[in-house]
C-alpha cells in the first residue's frame, strides 16, 4: 500500500515549536518533491513549502517564511517540518504531499497524500 503517514501535530502555546515528521511507505521519496499543505476551517487548503527531491532547492509562503523549515532525509524516507516561533494563525490540519518531479513546480497534482496531522496553537 503506497501511503504518507504525518505524525508530530499537537497542542502548542503560541511562541512554541513543533516538528512534523512525513514518512512514505510501499515506496521511496528519492524520486519525488514534497510539499507540505494546511488547511484551516473555513479555509482553502494553502500549500505553504515544498522541497526537491535531492533537498537541495526549499520554498516557503511568505506567511511561515523565517518561522519554518523543510528538510528531508532520504536514507529514512521521511520529510521533516520544523515549525517554530507559532502563532494561532498556525491552527490547521497539516498535510504532506509527494509530486512526482525532481523539483518544485506549480500547476501539478500531487500524486500521493497523506491523511494529516491536527496542529493547533493555543494558550
Known amino acids: 500500500q503506497l501511503q504518507l503517514v504525518e505524525s508530530g501535530g499537537g497542542l502548542v502555546q503560541p511562541g512554541g515549536s513543533l516538528r512534523l515528521s512525513c514518512v512514505a511507505s510501499?515506496?521511496?521519496?528519492?524520486?519525488?518533491?514534497i510539499g507540505w499543505f494546511r488547511q484551516a476551517p473555513g479555509k482553502e487548503r494553502e500549500e505553504f513549502s515544498c522541497i526537491s527531491r535531492s533537498g537541495g532547492s526549499t520554498n516557503y509562503a511568505d506567511s511561515v517564511k523565517g518561522r519554518f523549515t523543510i528538510s528531508r532525509d532520504n536514507a529514512k524516507n521521511t520529510v521533516y517540518l520544523q515549525m517554530n516561533s507559532l502563532k494561532p494563525e498556525d491552527t490547521a490540519v497539516y498535510y504532506c504531499?509527494?509530486?512526482?518531479?525532481?523539483?518544485?513546480?506549480?500547476?501539478?497534482?500531487?500524486?500521493?497524500w497523506g491523511q494529516g496531522t491536527q496542529v493547533t496553537v493555543s494558550s
Open positions: 504531499a509527494a509530486l512526482r518531479f525532481s523539483i518544485c513546480v506549480a500547476g501539478y497534482e500531487y500524486d500521493y
Open positions: 510501499g515506496f521511496t521519496l528519492d524520486y519525488y518533491a
